[in-house]
């Protein structure tokens, strides 16, 4: 049976979007480290309305991360679907990996979201906080689960009482497991 076509969100505000966001949980890609901690997502918008992406988490208190570029996969379209582009490897920028991004929903405050892509073999909730109120939570797992999304797969990502500022604790350079999830291999 053909799946339904996703709610995508209309009108994004880029400038809104900015800024610091949390991974609460997500479909966890099986390259990602089990004792991953603190993921989250910083968005910066550049002069020429691209977006960076720096994604960041923490395993055995190391610091994993890696930079990407986001754009509207079509700029002339109101729906929220982005292309995420990052570099293989990171250190060495040879190869392209473009995934997709999809705004599933957000609040009218740009506080929490849901990401999702059309493949549905990746979702995300995101917060402006390291913390989600347990309803708003379960509301978005709920539309996740309307779109059609196996929500059997959701993994809450653990956040600290008190998350790491800037880019403390030591480099970890392997942060390959972004590509390949990003990739869904």
Known sequence: MAKKTMDVVK??????YMGRWYEIASFPSRFQPKSGENTRATYTLRDDGTVNVLNETWTDGK???????????DPSSEEAKLKVKFYVPPFFPIIPVTGDYWV???DEDYQY????????N???ILSRQPRLDDEIYNQLVQRAKDEEYDISKLHKT???ETPPEGEEGPKDTKGIWWFKSILGK
């Open 158 to 160: 653990p956040q600290s």
């Open 113 to 120: 979201a849901l990401i999702g892509q059309p493949s549905r």
């Open 11 to 16: 009108g994004l505000d880029l400038q809104r």
């Open 122 to 124: 990746y979702l995300w």
């Open 104 to 106: 599933l929903f957000i």
């Open 63 to 73: 610091r994993g991360f890696i930079e990407g570029t986001a754009y509207k996969a």
